[in-house]
């Protein structure tokens, strides 16, 4: 992202729609939660959380973040990225 979140944002939410699976698209919608919370826009964030976190409870982003653990959440994030 680094600098470039707005087009970050536009591109994960066009992957969202895309996403083949429950599983992919809870892991999209988690990382434009973390994105948006980035960028301050804390409540937006919360949102797409909730919605990740809804789509598929184990998904791990989501879990961290409920636990208010945001530096393990981004070391997930790095993870999926590496996949």
């Known amino acids: ?3 470039y979140d707005t087009q970050a944002l536009k591109r994960l939410k066009i992957i969202a729609d895309l996403a083949p699976s ?6 999209v919608y ?5 994105v948006l ?8 964030s919360r949102i797409y959380l909730e919605k990740a976190h ?3 409870p184990k ?3 989501a879990i961290e973040w409920k636990q ?5 959440a981004f070391k997930i994030m ?4 590496d996949y």
């Open 1 to 3: 992202m680094c600098g």
């Open 22 to 27: 429950d599983i992919w698209a809870s892991r």
């Open 30 to 34: 988690a990382s434009i939660g973390a």
């Open 37 to 44: 919370y980035f960028l301050g826009k804390f409540e937006e």
């Open 54 to 56: 809804k789509i598929y």
């Open 59 to 61: 998904n791990e982003l």
């Open 68 to 72: 208010r653990d945001k530096n393990s």
């Open 78 to 81: 790095l993870r999926w990225l």
